[in-house]
Nanobody
Framework: VQLQASGGGLVQAGGFLRLSCAAS????????MGWYRQAPGKQRELVAG???????NYADSVKGRVTISRDNAKNTVYLEMNSLKPEDTGVYYC?????????????WGQGTLVTVSS
């Protein structure tokens, strides 16, 4: 699975961004998809995830401000971020996790940079 992330950019605090992750194949078969971010000097962390059944989960730091969704017809996952804060700054990576008989397999996009200025 190849993933192409887009939509990052520079935005002021309180602003809005919508990230997109386009997959090279049908995402309806993919067990779960998610967005992770990595801030400078920090480990990569989960921001939001969505399962093939539509269940979602969010990091506590973004609850109420972020919405993850998927459009199976377009093989695309979106991350809408409102009320952005400087601490949301980082490289955002799209993830696809396939569940196989022997375990899980993760695929990653190239990342898109989000910079929130104060």
């Amino acid at each position: 699975v190849q993933l192409q992330a887009s939509g990052g950019g520079l935005v002021q605090a309180g602003g809005f961004l919508r990230l997109s992750c386009a997959a090279s194949e049908s995402i309806s078969r993919i067990g779960s998809m998610g967005w992770y971010r990595q801030a400078p000097g920090k480990q990569r962390e989960l921001v939001a995830g969505i399962t093939s059944g539509g269940s979602t989960n969010y990091a506590d730091s973004v609850k109420g401000r972020v919405t993850i969704s998927r459009d199976n017809a377009k093989n695309t996952v979106y991350l809408e971020m409102n009320s952005l804060k400087p601490e949301d700054t980082g490289v955002y990576y799209c993830n696809a996790r396939l569940y196989t008989l022997t375990g899980t397999r993760d695929y990653w996009g190239q990342g898109t940079l989000v910079t929130v200025s104060s």
